[in-house]
Structure formats: C-alpha cells, structure tokens
C-alpha cells in the first residue's frame, strides 16, 4: 500500500473532503479535462453540478410519475361532424404518463368527445349539420373500484379539460 492509499485509508470519515480537494487540484492542473465527482469540468461547466444535474433530471421524470393513481395525457386534434354519421374525434398529438402500459386512456377518445361536442351544437343543443372544432386538452384518469355482488368491478375515471389559455395548464384534476 502506498502513501496515499495509507492515508485515504486512515482517514475514511474525511471521503468528500478527499474526493473535493483531489478534484479542485486537478482541476486546477487541467481546467477541461479534470473529473469533478463522475463528470469531467468541461460537463459540469456547462451543465452544471452533479446535485444540479440530478435536479434537472428528477424534474423531468417526476412529470412521466403518476402521483396518486392520478394519470395524465396531453392530447391535441379536432371535432368534428361526419355527414349522415354525427360526430366523429381525430386526435393529432398525443402524449400521456402511462409508462406501464396500464392502458388507463383505453376510451379516452370517447369522453374528449363528449366533452367536446358542445362545440358542434346549435343554440338549442342539437347537432348541426356540419362543423368542426379544433382543440387541445389535459387529461387526467385514474382507476376506480367498486364493490358489486359480482365482486370488485374496474373502470377509469377522466377529467378533461379544454386548453384555452396557458393559465388552463394549472387547473389540476377535479376528481
């Protein structure tokens, strides 16, 4: 064992002390190369520190997390009436945090939809005979039980609304 293993060994409660000096003078002898903690100085310069870094990156996942059983999906497209058919939904962009793959949004084109179709509705709430209606929406789902004589049955639960105005993002789930 040299020197400096013996020392770094005798002194193990001092490890970030070690690991923070050992990179200042380094970085001190190769201002672009040096390791700071895992990233070299160039990296850290740029993006910042690693505790920064992992900030930016807990920011970013925490959006694709459920929080609650509490889903959500940003979804753009239109409505619109289909002669002799009534109303009809195509989506343009959609995006949604359901990593799993628990296909909570299973019938979420149907209560976007319903929503919706106000827009496509004459004064007295009938359908008119043609239109469309150009939209973008939030939409949060969650799954929700009930108990039956059957046993516990299923299903999802939507929240949709409407993005008029970039304050709409902020409203949150009326559950």
Known sequence: MDSVQKFISENSHQFGYIMQEASRQWAAKDPVGALTVGACKSFVDSYGDYHTILDKLQAIEEAKIPKNGEYKALISGHV???PGM???IEFFTYTDN???LLD???DVDTHVLKRLEH???DSSGLLKDEGDHFFIVVVYAKFVSEKTVEGIQYSTEYDVHEINKLEDLDKGAEF
């Open 86 to 88: 009534g109303s009809n």
């Open 80 to 82: 619109f009436i289909e």
């Open 119 to 121: 827009h496509l509705q």
């Open 98 to 100: 359901d990593t799993e």
């Open 104 to 106: 909570v949004f299973y």
